[in-house]
């Protein structure tokens, strides 16, 4: 079964950090690109930001270049956002994806979000 198990979302004032973390189980995680997406309140899903298989590629979404970094583990099957300076327009559930490449909203399995909520 595969799961991608998001966590470390919570409420935060603008200016404040989180690190999303995004446990993977059941498929082979080093094979896969990796994505963080996130849907705000009455939105459609965005892209936030992607990493190759191995990690030698990273893409960011203007709305986050400079602020946020992905990376992986793979010998932990693990994904991370470290999400910096945050801004209540980051206010979204966030979500960790595996796909072939790391831009865009496509995915082939998707996990079921952390909550992230960004206010004074």
């Known amino acids: 079964e595969v799961q991608l198990q998001a966590s470390g979302g919570g409420l935060v004032q603008p200016g404040g950090s989180l690190r999303l973390s995004c446990a993977a189980s059941g498929f082979r995680f080093g094979s896969y690109a990796m994505k963080w997406l996130r849907q705000a309140p009455g939105k459609g899903p965005e892209w936030v930001s992607g990493i190759a298989s191995l990690g030698g590629g990273t893409g960011y979404a203007d709305s986050v270049k400079g602020r946020f970094t992905i990376s992986r583990d793979n010998a932990k099957n693990t994904l991370y956002l470290q999400m910096n300076n945050l801004e209540p327009d980051d206010t979204a559930i966030y979500y960790c994806?595996?796909?072939?490449?790391?831009?865009?909203?496509?995915?082939?399995?998707r996990g079921q979000g952390t909550l992230v909520t960004v206010s004074s």
């Open positions: 994806a595996s796909a072939t490449i790391m831009w865009g909203t496509s995915h082939k399995y």
